[in-house]
């Protein structure tokens, strides 16, 4: 069975930082795509960061680069966002998700909602001005 488990939100100032974990089992193949999407209240999921299993190959949307590093520990089956200098727009529901279909949607920069497989229970990120 596969699950996800995503865990490390919370509530922080602006400028402050976190690190989301999403703990991952049950996939039979060693090369997919996993990574975060966060939908704030009124507004559409989109998607944040990304990384592959087997190559590494990492996508940061735009809004995100230079603040957020991804990174995945395959011993622990465990990705982590670290998340940097964080502003009051980055408050939203973070979710972890899986494409198991194809990963390198990743390079593509094509880590979409519709495209994922598997998805976790989000955790809440606030950050307060």
């Known amino acids: 069975e596969v699950q996800l488990q995503a865990s490390g939100g919370g509530l922080v100032q602006t400028g402050g930082s976190l690190r989301l974990s999403c703990r991952y089992s049950g996939f039979t193949l060693d090369d997919y795509a996993i990574g975060w999407f966060r939908q704030a209240p009124g507004k559409e999921r989109e998607g944040v960061s990304a990384i592959t299993t087997k190559d590494g190959y990492i996508y940061y949307a735009d809004f995100v680069k230079g603040r957020f590093t991804i990174s995945n520990d395959n011993a622990k089956n465990t990705v982590y966002l670290q998340m940097n200098s964080l502003k009051p727009e980055d408050t939203a529901v973070y979710y972890c998700?899986?494409?198991?279909?194809?990963?390198?949607?990743?390079?593509?920069?094509?880590?979409?909602?519709?495209?994922?497989?598997?998805w976790g229970k989000g955790t809440q990120v606030t950050v307060s001005s």
């Open positions: 998700a899986v494409d198991d279909d194809w990963p390198l949607r990743v390079v593509r920069r094509l880590w979409e909602p519709d495209g994922m497989d598997f």
